[in-house]
């Protein structure tokens, strides 16, 4: 009995060694190992389909999922996508001029971009394009999109526009232009000097510059008393640009820094000292739902310094660093390879910055629920970056501000679930953006500095 005792541990024992020795060899296995799967399936499929392939295209296609299952900025580049992203970030391409994502597979505008054929044609932030020249976007991949935009200039392009609070499409029809973006728009408000910056691109910075000057040549010994810098609807742009911009209103330290996969590579970019300055008068910054990347950055920099009141209602979220790498001579990578922290340490990413004050309504709207219904955030975006590398006081936060935002929306689509088509013309008018002196929330945040000065005086 003692020695079938014995026989029946030592059975035991052995099967366990060789169940872990599996078990520690599949852990070891190489990832080379497991594309065998992959050849055995394109293998498959070049056999096996009804008809001939391009296994090209198969390999290209699985490249884009691979990149696709990480975030919704990685990307395959190839040699006339990257051509046109120099183009972008130059300020002159043909298109619409909107900057679109994708989420479940659909398109959606994150912004119109001012002065743009599209801007000018009507097209919102949180429009759905279902169609383009009456051909479903159903299944089309963001570049895949952006190409059927794009066009010879002077051409048409009529875009299938499904938008909240409309039952049936919009069908709006735009002339492709040569995109030359003008980055600033500026105007001297009851003494006050106000500041749009449209996007970030190369001399954005130079030219907000020029703008202050201007104005404080116009207000002549009275001076400006305040300036409000506006980066609504801003999708973003070049992140030099961005440490610009702050640099004219910070005096020195930390702009921006990221955080990657190796934490002793920390990239840190900090103010730069010789740029023309303003730093005695009061700074409030406009942002939104449609405030982006480039845009939160400022906004978080200028928060973290005690140097401007953020205003407005919380940003979109884009925090992620991506870098473009060429693999051969035709064809490249998008990668995301860090997230952008604010000087204080706070990450962008699927949070976006909240503002000082809130300015939440108007005409009885609340502007956070009119966002949350129109606007797409990073957050709402599928396989979005999420920061990952946080304490755990972070995530608590950042999961309890999740959750709310979800009940917030249950909320929204309960609300507008049976609700009929009207003209909405406090929606018009709650980004009123061609007029400053009308815009409700430039109004507001010039009452609100010019508080801030007065309880300065009486200090």
């Known amino acids: 009995m003692f020695k079938l005792r014995n026989l029946i541990i030592l059975g035991l024992f052995l099967c366990s060694a060789v169940a872990l020795a599996k078990k520690t060899e599949k852990k070891e296995e190489s990832p080379f190992q497991q594309l065998e799967l992959f050849n055995k399936i394109i293998h498959l499929v070049e056999t096996q389909y009804y008809r001939d392939v391009d296994t090209r295209k198969l390999i ?191 005096k020195d330290g930390v702009v921006v820094s990221t955080e990657g996969r190796d934490p002793n590579q920390k990239e840190i970019r900090y103010v730069n000292k010789s740029i023309y300055k303003e730093l005695d008068l009061p700074v409030g910054v406009l942002i939104n739902g449609a405030s982006a990347s480039a845009s939160e950055i400022v906004a978080g920099a200028l928060q973290d310094h005690k140097r401007a009141i953020i205003m407005g209602t919380r940003s979109f979220g884009k925090g992620s660093v991506q870098t473009v790498a060429r693999i051969d001579k035709e064809n490249g990578v998008k990668l995301t390879i860090a997230q952008y922290m604010t000087p204080s340490g706070r990450k962008i990413q699927a949070i976006g910055i909240d503002p000082d004050v809130e300015i939440k309504y108007y005409k009885g709207i609340d502007l956070d629920e009119y966002e949350e219904d129109h606007f797409i955030r990073e957050k709402d975006l599928k396989n979005h970056l999420v920061a990952t590398i946080e304490t755990k006081e972070e995530k608590k936060q950042r999961e309890e501000d999740e959750n709310v935002l979800r009940e917030r929306r249950k909320d929204i689509i309960r609300k507008h679930k049976n609700k009929k088509d009207k003209e909405g013309e406090e929606e018009e008018a709650l980004y009123t953006r061609y007029e400053p002196k009308k815009d409700f929330m430039v109004v507001e945040g010039i009452k609100f500095l010019q508080a801030l000065s007065f309880s300065k005086q009486l200090k």
């Open 60 to 250: 290209e296609g699985a490249i884009n999922g691979m990149l696709n299952t990480l975030d919704p900025h990685s990307a395959f580049l190839d040699k006339e996508v990257f051509e046109k992203m120099q183009e972008d970030t130059a300020g002159e391409f043909g298109g619409l001029g909107i900057e679109v994502t994708t989420k479940d597979g659909m398109i959606y505008v994150i912004t119109p971009i001012d002065d743009t054929p599209a801007f000018e044609a009507g097209i919102k932030a949180g429009d759905l394009i279902v169609e383009i020249d009456h051909t479903s976007t159903l299944g089309l991949t963001l570049q895949d999109a952006v190409e059927k935009m794009r066009g010879k200039p002077g051409s048409k392009i009529l875009l299938g526009v499904k938008r909240k609070g409309k039952d049936s499409l919009v069908h709006i029809e735009i002339k492709r232009q040569i995109i030359k973006t003008k980055p600033v728009k500026f105007e001297l408000i009851d003494d006050y000097a106000y500041v749009r910056l449209t996007q970030f691109q190369r001399r954005s910075a130079e030219s907000i510059v020029e703008a202050l000057k201007s104005m404080r040549q116009k207000a002549g010994k009275k001076g400006i008393k305040g300036i409000l810098l506006d980066l609504r609807f801003n999708p973003g742009g070049l992140l030099d640009e961005a440490v610009e911009v702050s640099s004219i209103f910070l």
